[in-house]
T-cell receptor, first 111, second 111 residues
Framework: QQPVQSPQAVILREGEDAVINCSSS?????VHWYRQKHGEAPVFLMI?????EQKGHEKISASFNEKKQQSSLYLTASQLSYSGTYFC????????????FGQGTELSVKP | EAGVAQSPRYKIIEKRQSVAFWCNPI?????LYWYQQILGQGPKLLIQ????????DSQLPKDRFSAERLKGVDSTLKIQPAKLEDSAVYLC?????????FGQGTRLTVV
């Protein structure tokens, strides 16, 4: 049931863009995105609840393709502060809000 | 708004010993989760509470792990006896409107 994230790791220069994908083998009710910095707790970025929904948070946005059972996180004009591990968490129908996380994508932004 | 509180922050024990972790969620949050995060992996759901009832504990190794949520507020997670492979960060989260707020976690090292 664990969603699969790709890529596993990415290295960027400041100002470059990146896309992180999250795919599930099951129909998704919701997709949640979190960022975790080393030694810290995961921090909520956004939640997508409807198929085709896109949300934005400054220069970080995400889309949810319900049909393909996948979501993508877009980071544009990356900043040093974007470095960390990004996790998608998926909620399934009739699962009482259970949230299953992917294995994570490690993003490093270099000056 | 105070965040999710967890204690202790760090714990080192020998294998076969017992250990307990405590979590105080954000006031008013009915849903509480315990996750296990092994280094380099995504958080793995152990148990989910709704108020003081268990919603999902399918991933909890019940021969050694137990959890309770007293009066629908604080929660404790216990491991008895601990094994080397239990070394991980144990994260507690409470949710509101689909957004999960994580505590700082307890880093457990079993030697």
């Amino acid at each position: 049931q664990q969603p699969v994230q790709s890529p596993q790791a990415v290295i960027l220069r400041e100002g470059e863009d990146a896309v992180i994908n999250c795919s599930s083998s099951k129909a998704l009710y919701s997709v949640h995105w979190y960022r975790q910095k080393h030694g810290e707790a995961p921090v909520f970025l956004m939640i997508l609840l409807k198929g085709g929904e896109q949300k934005g948070h400054e220069k970080i946005s995400a889309s949810f393709n319900e049909k393909k059972q996948q979501s993508s996180l877009y980071l544009t004009a990356s900043q040093l502060s974007y470095s960390g591990t990004y996790f998608c968490g998926t909620g399934l129908y009739n699962q009482g809000g259970k949230l299953i996380f992917g294995q994570g994508t490690e993003l490093s932004v270099k000056p | 708004e105070a965040g999710v509180a967890q204690s202790p922050r760090y714990k080192i024990i020998e294998k076969r010993q017992s250990v307990a972790f405590w979590c105080n969620p954000i006031s008013g949050h009915a849903t509480l989760y315990w996750y296990q995060q092994i280094l380099g992996q995504g958080p793995k759901l152990l148990i989910q509470f709704q108020n003081n009832g268990v919603v999902d504990d399918s991933q909890l190794p019940k021969d050694r792990f137990s959890a309770e949520r007293l009066k629908g507020v604080d929660s404790t997670l216990k491991i008895q006896p601990a094994k080397l492979e239990d070394s991980a960060v144990y994260l507690c989260a409470s949710t509101r409107g689909g957004e999960a707020f994580f505590g700082q976690g307890t880093r457990l090292t079993v030697v």
